[in-house]
């Protein structure tokens, strides 16, 4: 029998949210910023076959569909899962990331964005495993960055597991996979924009493409790597399998 919703919202492996806020901040700034840095971040998938594993609201997932990559989507949480049918029409599925419905050897790319939080590495990685994936994407929250942090105190937001970038490379090496990339991204997007569940600034979100190319500017300018780790809202990893 699988797991009652609020008994994983209580151990926080999925989150409450406001759906029309959530939604609006999908075709608002958030979601436009959202866009941009997905197709870049689609340049490091490796293969045609995806599993967006805790696909949450299905904007990664209808990123790639665009480009004519198959992408099997999952999520636990049903309520997020209404949200990316009912926003991009996609098909999407309500499967345990550590048991999906999939053959053995049928996934190129892993991808997970702002969901490793919401995993047990060790049995998500079995499965990636199964599936044959030679690449994972990891996408998610910088908690080296005293901002985010005191942001989460303020709003008392809590995570099923607490990773930092190093947790995750240091955990996905000790299971056979390569971090080939590590870098850390969003230095103004996400306070701008609001992300899913705060209102954006007034004013300045209505420009979210100025928001994305500042944004880009700062992330070159911060060539000293500590800089970037302590000041960055989100790191991306890219991993190989040994």
């Known amino acids: 029998m699988p797991p009652r919703r609020d008994d994983l919202v209580k151990l ?19 979601g436009r910023i959202a866009e941009r ?30 480009r004519g990559l198959s992408v099997h989507s999952v999520d636990i949480d049903e309520r997020s ?11 999407c599925f309500n499967e345990s990331t550590y048991q999906t419905s999939l053959p053995d050897n049928s996934i190129d790319t892993v991808v997970s964005n702002d969901a490793i939080c919401h995993f047990d590495i060790e049995r998500f990685l079995c499965e990636t495993r199964r599936l044959g994936a030679q690449r994972i994407i990891v996408h998610d929250s910088n908690i080296e960055n005293p ?25 996905f090496q000790a299971s056979g996979y390569k971090c080939v990339k590590l ?17 954006p600034l007034p004013v300045v979100s209505r420009f979210p493409a100025f928001v ?31």
């Open 37 to 66: 840095f997905y197709s870049r971040m689609i340049r490091d998938v490796k293969g045609t076959r995806i599993l967006d594993a805790g696909c949450g609201f299905g904007q990664f997932s209808s990123c790639c569909v665009a």
């Open 147 to 171: 901002f985010l942090v005191a942001n989460r105190r303020l709003m008392r937001h809590e995570e099923y597991r607490s990773y930092s970038a190093f947790d995750v490379v240091n955990l």
């Open 183 to 199: 870098d850390f991204v969003n230095f103004l997007s996400l306070p701008i924009s609001g992300g899913f569940q705060r209102r």
């Open 212 to 242: 994305y190319a500042i944004d880009s500017i700062i992330a070159r300018a911060l060539t000293v790597f500590a800089a970037r780790q302590k000041l960055a809202f989100r790191f991306v990893a890219v991993f190989e399998r040994a």
């Open 12 to 30: 926080n492996i999925i989150h409450e949210f406001d759906r029309v806020l959530a939604i609006a901040n999908l075709r608002g700034c958030y």
């Open 81 to 91: 899962l209404a949200v990316a049918r009912d926003v991009y029409q996609l098909k």
